[in-house]
């Protein structure tokens, strides 16, 4: 869309860059948006003028949600195993193969109108940048076929072809890292940014992430990891070990991971999923201490059918303030300068000249209310690459 819009009257805009708080906050705020980037930022009193105007009545603006861990491509249903762990049975992950099989068996067009409905459904909720991952296909052609579906709709996509090893390779799991690292990855990769894998007890041991990640590294992919959601284990300083740009779950941390990711040569955010933990009804991880150690944090979805079927940011927030002890402010920024920085993007998750024109406008004068208000819709209105939505 052309031509230059002004959103006027903010009466409390977040905009995570300097500031005398976290979250660079301003009153009786405007932001001039053109061709698709943030022009301007300063007091709505000395706003300049533009082609078209969007009045927020005193509400509060931020920048859209950074949602950057998300499995958009499967089919199915798990209700039912939902309903069964509500009753007392415990989360395993084993749930995975059941949208395996129900992925393989899906044509394009139906998991391509999984994928817009989730994506819909994330954008209505202020969500502006999502990451979509493979990993319910698990052959050549299925995770190929996943990427390509996800690429039409993001370019933040991810080949998790070491989601969990599929039934066919059960008692052959090195000749499944062969595929993965061989013919899948080749596949996947023209439609992939980011390599990640399952690494956890049942999944992928520490020694087949290394190797897999390697591979994928040295195809031009970047590195992220699902680690130590399921008990402890070495995948988070593995991941630190590597680059990663982020490690995701992090619920069963020792010291010495806490250190690794705190370590001021460490580039690797930890990613915190509160919905996995609600959803599976499972002991939340500690935000507090990795927060205190010093570690960049991001909050995402873990949008799947199985262990998090939310696609609410706010919800997260929500979450993360509430179960988690984090502030408010801390939860927001993780929510949107995290999440960016665990997609090693700096043109998102911020509102400053330059940045992509990625707002929120909320129902409410104040981004407290996202945890303040938790379950109600508050995204009034939505601004991706400086058009409304
Ligand atoms: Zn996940």
Redesign the pocket.
């Known amino acids: 869309m052309s031509g230059s819009l002004l959103v006027d009257n903010i009466g409390e805009l977040v905009t995570n860059g300097p500031g005398e708080d976290p979250l660079g906050i301003r009153r009786d705020a405007a932001v001039l948006v053109e061709d698709g980037r943030v022009a301007w930022v300063g007091a709505a009193a000395y706003a300049p003028a533009a082609d078209r105007r969007i009045d927020a009545g005193g509400a509060a603006v931020l920048p859209g949600f950074v949602d950057s ?1 998300a ?1 958009l491509v499967f089919a199915g249903d798990r209700a039912a195993e939902f309903a069964a762990r509500m009753a007392g049975q415990p989360y395993t992950g084993g749930g995975i193969r059941t949208t395996v099989g129900a992925t393989r068996a899906a044509t394009d067009d139906e998991l391509r109108a999984t994928v817009r409905r989730l994506r819909g459904e994330a954008l209505r909720q202020g969500t502006t940048t999502m990451e979509i ?1 493979s990993g319910y296909g698990l052959t050549v052609a299925d995770e190929a076929r996943s990427l390509r579906i996800a690429a039409e709709t993001s370019t933040e996509t991810t080949f998790l072809g070491a989601h969990v090893v599929p039934s066919e390779y059960a008692d052959r799991p090195d000749d499944y890292v062969g595929l993965v690292c061989g013919p899948m990855l080749a596949a996947a990769a023209p439609y992939a940014t980011w390599i990640d894998v399952f690494c956890e007890r049942g999944a992928f041991d520490v020694d087949h992430a290394r190797a897999i990640l390697a591979c994928g590294q040295a195809a031009g992919l970047g590195v992220r990891l ?1 680690a130590n959601q399921l008990g402890p284990g070495a995948g988070v300083q593995l991941g630190v070990e590597l680059g990663a740009a982020s490690v ?1 779950h992090c619920t069963h941390l020792s010291d010495a991971d806490v250190d690794a990711l705190a370590g001021a040569h460490t580039t690797t955010v930890a990613t915190l ?1 509160p919905g996995a933990e609600f959803s599976t009804r499972s002991p939340y991880p500690d935000a507090r201490r990795l927060l205190d150690a010093g570690v960049t944090v991001a909050l995402a979805t ?1 949008c ?1 059918p199985g262990s998090s079927y939310t696609s609410s940011m706010p919800f997260c927030v929500a979450l993360a303030v509430r179960e988690m002890r984090m502030t408010p402010a801390e939860a927001v920024w993780a929510a949107t300068a995290g999440g960016a920085r665990a997609l090693r993007r700096d043109d998102i998750g911020v509102l400053t000249p330059g940045a992509r024109a990625d707002l929120v406008v909320l129902d409410a004068p104040s981004y407290l209310h996202l945890a303040y208000r938790p379950g109600v819709p508050l995204i009034r209105q939505v601004i991706r690459n400086g058009a409304p939505q």
């Open positions: 861990h499995h991952k699902h995701d999923l873990d799947n």
